[in-house]
């Protein structure tokens, strides 16, 4: 602000204020008016005397507060038996107070810090005014750019400000809107109209704090957009509601891609059922498949062994050797198909089949499979040793008989070729499971095959020697997993094998 | 008593041509004099009852396979063992089938034995000496 700054000079006697002016005129513009107050005047400071200030003290609360929040700084004039009245009158009229005779060094510094403090209010509203178009500038971008209208419903003149973005929302310019209530509710859907004046009607009663309403709102093409409010109220002195401001949002987008979206889970929901609905079917399938396999398939093997066998208690001596040998591998081949039938029916059944907990008395079970097994145990001289006493596991009882009876044939099957053969039965309490092992000291296998072993129809060994169908260890996995554990195997070539499975104390 | 025992049937409820031959003939290894009659499905089995109601010897024991056509091996099964006079002839059930669920309902009905048919000729001549022993023999008065 590097104007000159405007001084007015209101003395009753006009050669004071030829006095004052001679001695301000060279660094101060000297003001004095025609009339006092003037609203055409400019002025940075007033000085008075006591006779002005008592014709003028009312005048100067009015212009005080016009310019305010700018302040106006007001010097009196007094002679020394004014004083304490002049002193009265500070900070409600009067800023500052000089005593005649007047001292011109004092009454210069005395004006200059009045003007100093007139120019740095002005500086302060500036920037103030400033900060506040800057921030209101931008609320607007956000407001635009959000797409978020504004409406301030004066309720003692029913009058409505409705912000550009407000109208633009509806397809409208800035000037086609008044600020008549009207604008709002007869664009207001008629099926919902009721609705929102009743919530509108409750809430000016009652407020509450998340007031909020959804509703169609007509555009200027004549198509209805959903629009969300959400508003609150503004109070007067004596607490009641004189204005409520609120904002819209068109949720029109939203509300189709909400409802696309349940259509969307509804179909899926479907879908869902449907295809559970196939599977039932699919599953009831492949319980009639296997009921078939396990009757139809056999009988053809029943008349393939029967029909052999009977050739060769009749005719078996009117046979060479090679022709008898055709028939013995005949009724071979017959039993590892009914073995291959009886084990694919298991693991079939078994994926079916609901996992069952129940108590299962592992040692118990260990011990009937080892006495179906009694024969092999007993020609191959095998030491058997059962390495825990009798526990009660919680497990699907059927899956570890599967486990138990696989695992104990295997062993059985893959030691008794060498001399001394052994088989160990461990079981191991952990924490949250148990650990069961069957270990044997037959040929083993190679490391590099221990996750292979487990996958159905996978062998490693040729048929002549080692019989079987290859669903055997495919099934103590499938077994295991069912009751959430696992299963899993140690060896080495030549030096044994030990199979392992954990069966959860929880599954 | 021995002498009309021995000529009591056998009731053999088969459609299979090939187990059935199979059966008789494991039979007949066993020398088993009974007479053998033969019903080809539930239905044929069914009529055997008029025959017992008309005064025909009722069999010493029924061997019923339960997948039959027709009229299946459960039904002929209830149908017999529902009848208030021929309740009391011993069936055994002689099926290829080891589904737990058929050899629940079995029992619920009453049968007297369930067998299932070894694919292993020599087990089944054992399987027919187990059937004579117990119900053709054992039922003799001694």
Same mark, same amino acid.
């Given at each position: 602000?590097?104007?000159?700054?405007?001084?007015?000079?209101?003395?009753?006697?006009?050669?004071?204020?030829?006095?004052?002016?001679?001695?301000?005129?060279?660094?101060?513009?000297?003001?004095?008016?025609?009339?006092?107050?003037? $609203?055409?005047?400019?002025?940075?400071?007033?000085?008075?005397?006591?006779?002005?200030?008592?014709?003028?003290?009312?005048?100067?609360?009015?212009?005080? %507060?016009?310019?305010?929040?700018?302040?106006?700084?007001? @010097?009196?004039?007094?002679?020394?038996?004014?004083?304490?009245? %002049? %002193?009265?009158?500070?900070?409600?009229?009067?800023?500052?107070?000089?005593?005649?005779?007047?001292?011109?060094?004092? =009454?210069?510094?005395?004006?200059?810090?009045?003007?100093?403090?007139?120019?740095?209010?002005?500086?302060?509203?500036?920037?103030?005014?400033?900060?506040?178009?800057?921030?209101?500038?931008?609320?607007?971008?956000?407001?635009?750019?959000?797409?978020?209208?504004?409406?301030?419903?004066?309720?003692?003149?029913?009058?409505?400000?409705?912000?550009?973005?407000?109208?633009?929302?509806?397809?409208?310019?800035?000037?086609?809107?008044?600020?008549?209530?009207? !604008?709002?509710?007869?664009?207001?859907?008629? !099926?919902?109209?009721?609705?929102?004046?009743?919530?509108?009607?409750?809430?000016?009663?009652?407020?509450?704090?998340?007031?909020?309403?959804?509703?169609?709102?007509?555009?200027?093409?004549?198509?209805? @957009?959903?629009?969300?409010?959400?508003?609150?109220?503004?109070?007067?002195?004596?607490?009641?509601?004189?204005?409520?401001?609120?904002?819209?949002?068109?949720?029109?987008?939203?509300?189709?891609?909400? /409802? $696309?979206?349940?259509?969307?889970?509804? /179909?899926?929901?479907?879908?869902?059922? &449907?295809?559970?609905?196939?599977?039932?079917?699919?599953?009831?399938?492949?319980?009639?498949?296997?009921?078939?396999?396990?009757?139809?398939?056999?009988?053809?093997?029943?008349?393939?062994?029967?029909?052999?066998?009977? @050739?060769?208690?009749?005719?078996?001596?009117?046979?060479?050797?090679?022709?008898?040998?055709?028939?013995?591998?005949?009724?071979?081949?017959?039993?590892?198909?009914?073995?291959?039938?009886?084990?694919?029916?298991?693991?079939?059944?078994?994926?079916?089949?609901?996992?069952?907990?129940?108590?299962?008395?592992?040692?118990?079970?260990?011990?009937?499979?080892?006495?179906?097994?009694?024969? /092999?145990?007993?020609?191959?001289?095998?030491?058997?040793?059962?390495?825990?006493?009798?526990?009660? =596991?919680?497990?699907?009882?059927?899956?570890?008989?599967?486990?138990?009876?696989?695992?104990?044939?295997?062993?059985?099957?893959?030691?008794?070729?060498?001399?001394?053969? $052994?088989?160990?039965?461990?079981?191991?309490?952990?924490?949250?499971?148990?650990?069961?092992?069957?270990?044997?000291?037959?040929?083993?296998?190679?490391?590099?095959?221990?996750?292979?072993?487990? /996958?159905?129809? &996978?062998?490693?060994?040729?048929?002549?020697?080692?019989?079987?169908?290859?669903?055997?260890?495919?099934?103590?996995?499938?077994?295991?997993?069912?009751?959430?554990?696992?299963?899993?195997?140690?060896?080495?070539?030549?030096?044994?094998?030990?199979?392992?499975?954990?069966?959860?104390?929880?599954? | 008593?021995?002498?009309?025992?021995?000529?009591?049937?056998?009731?053999?409820?088969?459609?299979?041509?090939?187990?059935?031959?199979?059966?008789?003939?494991?039979?007949?290894?066993?020398?088993?004099?009974?007479?053998?009659?033969?019903?080809?499905?539930?239905?044929?089995?069914?009529?055997?009852? !008029?025959?017992?109601?008309?005064?025909?010897?009722?069999?010493?024991?029924?061997?019923?396979?339960?997948?039959?056509?027709?009229?299946?091996?459960?039904?002929?099964?209830?149908?017999?063992?529902?009848?208030?006079?021929?309740?009391?002839?011993?069936?055994?059930?002689?099926?290829?089938?080891?589904?737990?669920?058929?050899?629940?309902?079995?029992?619920?009905?009453?049968?007297?034995?369930?067998?299932?048919?070894?694919?292993?000729?020599?087990?089944?001549?054992?399987?027919?000496?187990?059937?004579?022993?117990?119900?053709?023999?054992?039922?003799?008065?001694?």
């Amino acid at each position: 602000m590097n104007r000159q700054s405007k001084i007015l000079i209101l003395l009753e006697q006009s050669k004071d204020y030829e006095l004052l002016s001679a001695l301000f005129e060279r660094n101060y513009e000297i003001i004095k008016p025609e009339k006092f107050p003037d $609203e055409t005047l400019n002025y940075d400071l007033i000085i008075l005397d006591g006779i002005t200030h008592n014709r003028y003290k009312n005048v100067l609360v009015d212009e005080k %507060a016009r310019v305010n929040p700018l302040f106006l700084p007001v @010097l009196i004039l007094t002679g020394k038996k004014d004083v304490d009245i %002049a %002193a009265s009158f500070l900070w409600k009229t009067v800023d500052e107070m000089i005593v005649l005779p007047v001292n011109k060094t004092e =009454l210069h510094a005395r004006v200059e810090m009045l003007l100093r403090t007139r120019k740095q209010s002005i500086e302060l509203d500036n920037a103030h005014e400033k900060l506040h178009k800057q921030s209101s500038e931008q609320l607007n971008i956000a407001l635009k750019s959000a797409n978020i209208g504004l409406w301030d419903w004066n309720l003692e003149t029913d009058k409505v400000y409705y912000s550009p973005e407000w109208k633009k929302q509806i397809g409208y310019k800035d000037d086609e809107i008044s600020n008549e209530l009207t !604008e709002w509710s007869d664009r207001v859907h008629p !099926e919902d109209i009721e609705r929102c004046q009743k919530t509108i009607h409750e809430f000016l009663k009652t407020p509450w704090p998340d007031y909020n309403l959804e509703f169609r709102f007509r555009h200027k093409n004549g198509n209805y @957009l959903w629009i969300y409010t959400q508003a609150s109220l503004i109070n007067n002195s004596q607490g009641e509601p004189v204005q409520m401001i609120g904002s819209h949002v068109d949720i029109t987008e939203w509300k189709q891609l909400r /409802e $696309e979206l349940r259509m969307l889970n509804s /179909e899926l929901e479907q879908k869902v059922k &449907q295809r559970t609905a196939q599977l039932v079917v699919i599953i009831k399938q492949l319980e009639a498949f296997t009921y078939s396999v396990s009757h139809d398939l056999k009988s053809p093997l029943r008349g393939i062994d029967g029909y052999s066998k009977l @050739l060769f208690d009749l005719y078996g001596n009117s046979l060479n050797d090679e022709a008898r040998h055709f028939i013995s591998t005949i009724r071979s081949s017959t039993k590892q198909m009914n073995q291959l039938i009886v084990d694919l029916l298991q693991y079939s059944r078994l994926e079916l089949a609901d996992v069952q907990r129940e108590p299962v008395e592992i040692k118990s079970v260990v011990d009937s499979f080892l006495q179906t097994q009694e024969d /092999e145990i007993n020609s191959h001289h095998f030491l058997v040793v059962i390495n825990f006493p009798e526990t009660t =596991l919680m497990a699907d009882s059927t899956g570890i008989q599967i486990v138990l009876r696989n695992l104990i044939e295997n062993a059985i099957k893959f030691s008794k070729s060498v001399p001394n053969p $052994e088989i160990n039965f461990g079981l191991e309490e952990k924490h949250e499971s148990w650990i069961l092992s069957v270990k044997d000291n037959g040929v083993g296998f190679d490391m590099k095959y221990s996750q292979r072993i487990f /996958e159905i129809f &996978q062998r490693l060994h040729r048929a002549e020697e080692y019989p079987g169908t290859g669903i055997g260890l495919a099934m103590v996995s499938k077994a295991v997993q069912r009751m959430n554990g696992k299963a899993w195997a140690e060896s080495q070539p030549g030096h044994g094998a030990t199979f392992y499975i954990e069966i959860p104390k929880s599954h | 008593m021995e002498a009309i025992n021995s000529f009591q049937p056998i009731l053999l409820v088969e459609d299979n041509p090939v187990d059935l031959d199979l059966t008789l003939r494991a039979f007949s290894s066993r020398k088993l004099t009974n007479p053998i009659e033969i019903a080809r499905d539930g239905e044929e089995a069914l009529a055997y009852i !008029e025959k017992w109601e008309k005064g025909d010897p009722r069999p010493v024991v029924i061997l019923l396979d339960l997948k039959l056509p027709k009229i299946n091996g459960l039904e002929v099964l209830e149908v017999i063992k529902k009848h208030p006079e021929f309740k009391t002839i011993p069936v055994v059930i002689l099926t290829t089938s080891s589904e737990t669920s058929d050899m629940k309902t079995a029992y619920q009905l009453g049968v007297n034995s369930y067998i299932v048919k070894p694919v292993d000729f020599d087990k089944f001549i054992e399987v027919a000496t187990h059937i004579e022993l117990y119900w053709g023999v054992l039922n003799k008065p001694l």
